[in-house]
């Protein structure tokens, strides 16, 4: 995989940036057209969100719902072919849950795959998904 123009970490801030204000052309400038994203089930009426346009979709249900919660980083880590953002979700500033997201990124360093949790790093490492945090 070649880099991408920003770096992974950025890439990652960006797309919780974009998701934090509800943004969805930010978002849809980070992903391939041909996206595959699953949100947690706090955040959406559809388990997964195929395209821009399911991308679209997805933030139009949350500006729907009402839901204000936002997702506060704490750590982007690269992966073998993209990143994972470990995180907590909040509302109106309280910590809620452990959250994290692990995405694949594209030769051109657009997201093409995104998988939410509403879980913490040790449970990711268990099944096999987070890797180790680099020394």
């Keep these: 995989m070649a880099p991408p123009k920003v770096s992974i970490e950025a890439i990652g ?3 919780i940036d974009a998701f934090n204000r509800r943004e969805a052309e930010e978002l849809i400038a980070l992903c391939d ?8 089930s706090l955040v959406g009426e559809r388990r997964r969100y195929n395209g821009h346009e399911g991308l679209r979709r997805w933030v139009a249900e949350l500006d ?6 936002q997702v506060r980083i704490r750590e982007v880590r690269p992966t073998e072919n993209g990143f994972l953002v470990l995180s907590e979700v ?15 990124l594209n030769e051109a ?23 180790e945090r680099p020394e």
């Design 64 to 69: 729907e719902s009402r839901i204000e919660h």
């Design 33 to 40: 057209p041909g996206i595959e994203f699953r949100p947690t």
């Design 90 to 104: 909040l509302l109106d500033g309280e910590f809620v849950s452990p959250s994290a997201m692990l995405a694949r």
């Design 13 to 15: 801030r960006q797309f």
């Design 109 to 131: 360093g657009l997201i093409v795959k995104a998988r939410a949790f509403l879980t913490d790093e040790e449970t990711l490492k268990q099944v096999g998904w987070a890797p």
